[in-house]
């Protein structure tokens, strides 16, 4: 057994009256023994096995918590099937395609209201993993469900006095848009926690290591704690909450909704498959396939899917069969998300177009053979036809790229033949996905988005700020453009935006990853 003496104090303010204050998580130790370089060394092991342990017992909670969802996962989907399923039977049958603004304002409600329960009920679940019924944690999260069970029925209430024919069409979009919503927050988690299962960080911070003391200990019974506080060695205990606002940064979906009060119909996770296919794809100056082509069960895929159900109940009250998917700043996943959801809307059998209405940097040629020319800028300036710049995407699926880069670009979209090759285009095909150009950079997206009856907005996680999707979305709003629906796209830590932080002082010069 060792001889020395450890020891460990909390490094608050102890000034503070209230306990809370003085209690910040920065923790100090220090080993008193006869040998220092001995004492040094047994007090870093120290330091290094509080930070691996609790590392290993952040992965195992991982671990559990991902075995739950993964064993949920199935029957969600399977339940989300069968609730399109009836909603699409029902239309069909009782030919109703929309419902009266009250019941739309009613279903908005409701959905909401049964998400934060539901929301509330996996958290119990989850908790209920290393907890019992009578934890404080578990009595505390059974008193939300309650509230929140309280107002779900008092919505349920003010539902049934809607008109009847709205009643059956209300429960069943209801059901549609909460399992898809439920798939969705499922397939996110799994990504949050593979991440966490696979051991890289803790809630354990080392500020710094053990050093000698600069003096030896004083012989004096009295001095000797005083004297053995190594000066060199501070080890940070901080919580969750410590950790989360060193990443302030970045927000998570709830926040962003929160912030900008519109819906957020999908969350893609980050995909490790895309990421090797793209460095192949430039390694070799091939074509980038598709993520649907070569991974179809990836959860960014999956996630694809259930933005599908949400774009049917938009597509309701849409004017048109044209979507946009925008984008604040450059290299948020625009070409990515519009390629590879079209794809998912042709699944079913649909003729789908894509249109790369980027005129300046576009880059959906990348994912097919040959060059981006001729495309839609030939087509603009009256150089080629229509039925010259359309190539096969996929199965169902075609593509106008972007074509040479003109001069003019914004002269060019704002021409009548734009608008005859959207008309043209809808006549042809059943849904026209176009892929946009950075809103915040220039005002062609805008100028393309008011040919959409359906509008997503991207938002990169981890990339655009507080401050710039808030200006994007007053950007839209000044131009009457509306935004349907939000979806949000998750992207490793390792990329960097190219766009300052501030709106309007961005320069179209982005990189070639759009």
Sequence with gaps: MLSGQLKVSDQGDQTQKNSYLRETGVVQASFTWGKPQQAQEILNAIINTTQEKDIQKKSQQAAQALQFINSQLPKVKTDLNHSEKQLNDYRSQSNILDISAESKMMLTQLVKSQNDLEALKLEKTQLQQGFTEKHPIVIAINEKIHKQQAALSALESEAKKLPHSDQKALS????????????????????????????????????????????????????IVLASMFAGFTLVAIGLLASHLLLSGE?????????????????????????????????????????????????????????????????????????????????????????????????????????DTDIRKGRCHKFIEGSRSPGLSEYLQNKASAESIIRPLTNNCDLITAGHYPKNPTELLSSPRFNELIQQARTQYNLIVLDTSPIMAVTDALIVSKQAGTNFMLVGLGKNSRKELQAT?????????????????????????????KYGYYYYSYSDKK
Excluded: W
Aim: charged share 20%; glycine share 4%.
């Design 172 to 223: 069943l979009m209801r059901e549609v848009k909460v399992k898809e919503t439920l798939y969705s927050n499922l397939l996110s988690k799994i990504q949050e926690l593979s991440v966490l299962r696979a051991g890289t960080t803790g809630d354990v911070r080392i500020l710094d290591y053990a050093t000698l003391p600069l003096s030896p200990l004083p012989t004096h019974k009295s001095f």
């Design 251 to 355: 927000m998570d979906p709830e926040s962003i909704e929160e912030l900008l009060g519109i819906s957020v119909n999908a969350v893609i996770p980050f995909s490790r498959e895309q990421q090797h296919s793209v460095k192949e794809s430039e390694k070799n100056d091939t074509k980038i396939p598709l993520l649907r082509d070569i991974h179809s069960t990836d959860p960014a895929i999956e996630s694809l899917r259930s933005l599908k159900t949400a774009l049917q109940l938009h597509l309701t009250q849409a004017s048109n069969n044209v979507i946009a998917i925008l984008g604040p700043s450059p290299s948020v996943g625009k070409s990515f998300i519009s390629l590879n959801f079209a794809s998912v809307l042709a699944e079913s059998g649909q003729r789908i177009l894509v249109i």
């Design 473 to 501: 979305i007053k950007r839209c709003q000044h131009n009457q453009i509306p935004v349907n629906g939000l979806v949000c796209n998750y992207f490793s830590k390792k990329i960097q935006s190219y766009a300052y932080s």
